[in-house]
């Protein structure tokens, strides 16, 4: 697997790197069963709908100075899109 070195987090080798690791997880995926897959996501969408679970909290803490959404607009955006959510 490629790697970055430290404190490198940008340019073509950095770019090349990240395309090689994303390639190889890529690949990782299709080689698992399809219901593993389903039942991963099902366990990272229900922590997203959990407000007090650590994945909750980083993604609504990262999510706004990475769309420039409001932490508000972010919060109740989180809400909307999972409320439907069911296993």
Same mark, same amino acid.
């Given at each position: 697997?490629?790697?970055?070195? !430290?404190?490198? @987090?940008?340019?073509?080798?950095?770019? #090349? #790197?990240?395309?090689?690791? /994303?390639?190889?997880?890529?690949?990782?995926?299709?080689?698992?069963?399809?219901?593993?897959?389903?039942?991963? /996501?099902? /366990?990272? /969408? =229900?922590?997203?709908?959990?407000?007090? +679970?650590?994945?909750?909290?980083?993604? =609504? +803490?990262?999510? !706004?100075?990475?769309?420039?959404? @409001?932490?508000?607009?972010?919060?109740?955006?989180?809400?909307? #899109?999972? =409320?439907?959510? @069911?296993?």
């Amino acid at each position: 697997m490629s790697s970055v070195a !430290p404190g490198k @987090t940008s340019g073509p080798h950095a770019i #090349a #790197a990240a395309i090689e690791r /994303l390639r190889e997880a890529g690949a990782d995926l299709r080689r698992r069963h399809p219901r593993d897959v389903l039942d991963t /996501l099902c /366990l990272v /969408l =229900e922590s997203f709908r959990n407000h007090a +679970a650590p994945s909750r909290v980083r993604l =609504e +803490a990262e999510l !706004p100075s990475a769309t420039g959404f @409001t932490p508000e607009v972010v919060h109740a955006g989180l809400d909307l #899109a999972l =409320e439907g959510w @069911t296993r």
